[in-house]
């Protein structure tokens, strides 16, 4: 009745429409103050959990300013077969969160002076790998200081279950190892689907599509477009947020992702006389439905785990594991590890 009231009533309506115009007016410039703010802090390398701004810093990050590993020069090399590999020695790899040097020889990412005896290889994608943390830091070459034994850390950024066991059989480590630590990410489906081997022409286009998305990617970063863009979505941000927070949404599943792993494993001969332990890294920790633990019910050799990584052991607004992160992983790693496999 109030309502109805007010709406009848020249002069109220005139002021409830004139409180909105200066309340949406506000609301807009509290945008542009929020967007201003998020962009140069992290231009600053300043990265904050405070709501919103968070929401922009990442937003901001993942559509222009984040740098992506393959396409940096001087840490990859191209390859005709697998597209990229990390290049020999040492290179710097920064983005806002972390600044790192990473470096790689022939038996991969350096994980300290190896101690004598039977190794481990591990092989994953970025997270394998180290995005983010120095070499000393990695789960790799943790687990080579707490198990006393030689690890072998052939992670590389954005590789499939294919191209890592396809570099695991190239290295030449497998008769130096007798356990392999696989890294599954929820991206390798694609690749463990439908990898086609490629001719040396479309492996170069490839690696050079790779890095001109990049760069067309941080060209456009700071444009007209880019802003105005950056606005709308900070805009609505908050109530993104708020719905995000109310609606549960269900995890995904692992079921349609197991049988193409199983596929991938049973390619290579060489994993056969192997301890195979299988677990998963998501972005930001998203965790799988119907994982299995255990010893596989197809290949008695493999065996799955399932970590307890949380959003504490990830970067706030980059999506890979932080230091203390890859700690957690060597942790869980070395306490599977002790037990034999036949009582697994």
């Known amino acids: 009745m109030r309502l109805l009231s007010t709406l009848t009533n020249p002069r109220r309506l005139a002021r409830l429409c004139g409180l909105a115009v200066v309340g949406f007016s506000m609301y807009l410039a509290l945008t542009a ?18 709501p919103w701004i968070s929401t922009v810093q990442t937003h901001i990050y993942f559509t222009g300013a ?25 290179c710097h790899f920064d983005n806002p969160e972390f600044r790192t040097v990473q470096t790689f020889a022939s038996d991969g990412r350096y ?34 200081r ?7 850390n ?40 439908d990898f086609k081997p490629l001719s040396p022409d479309e492996a170069r286009q490839k690696y050079e599509r790779v890095r001109q998305a990049a760069a067309t990617r941080k060209s456009a970063f700071g444009s007209l477009k880019y802003l105005k863009e950056g606005l709308l979505f900070t805009f609505w941000a908050p109530y993104n947020d708020l719905k995000a927070s109310i609606v549960r949404r269900e995890l995904p599943s692992f079921a349609s992702h197991y049988q193409p792993l199983i596929s991938t494993l049973r390619q290579h001969d060489g994993l ?18 119907a994982f299995p633990v255990g010893r596989d019910r197809q ?17 706030t607004i980059d999506d890979h594991l932080t230091s203390q992160g890859h700690d957690r992983v060597a942790r869980d790693l070395m306490n599977q590890l002790r037990q034999p496999p036949e009582r697994r």
Do not use: H
């Open 272 to 289: 056969r006389d192997k301890r195979v332990v299988v677990f998963y890294i998501n972005p930001n920790g998203r965790k799988f439905s």
């Open 33 to 50: 103050g929020v967007f201003s703010v998020s962009l140069v802090l992290l231009q600053q390398r300043i990265t904050t959990d405070f």
């Open 146 to 152: 707490l198990t006393g034994r030689p690890v072998f």
């Open 111 to 144: 994980t300290g002076p190896k101690p004598p005896g039977v190794g481990i290889a591990v092989v994953g994608d970025s997270y394998a790998m180290g995005w983010g943390v120095d070499d000393e830091e990695t789960y790799g070459a943790v687990l080579q």
């Open 299 to 315: 290949l008695p050799n493999v065996e799955f785990i399932d970590l307890s990584l949380g959003p504490a052991d990830f970067f």
């Open 154 to 193: 052939l992670g590389v950024s954005s590789y499939g279950t294919v191209r890592e066991l396809r570099l695991l059989d190239r290295s030449g480590l497998l008769g130096r190892v007798d356990t392999v630590i696989l890294e599954y990410c929820d991206n390798d489906l694609e690749e463990n689907l």
């Open 66 to 90: 984040r740098k992506i590993w393959p396409a940096q020069a001087a840490c990859v090399s191209f390859d005709e077969e697998l597209i990229y590999t990390p290049r020999i020695g040492s």
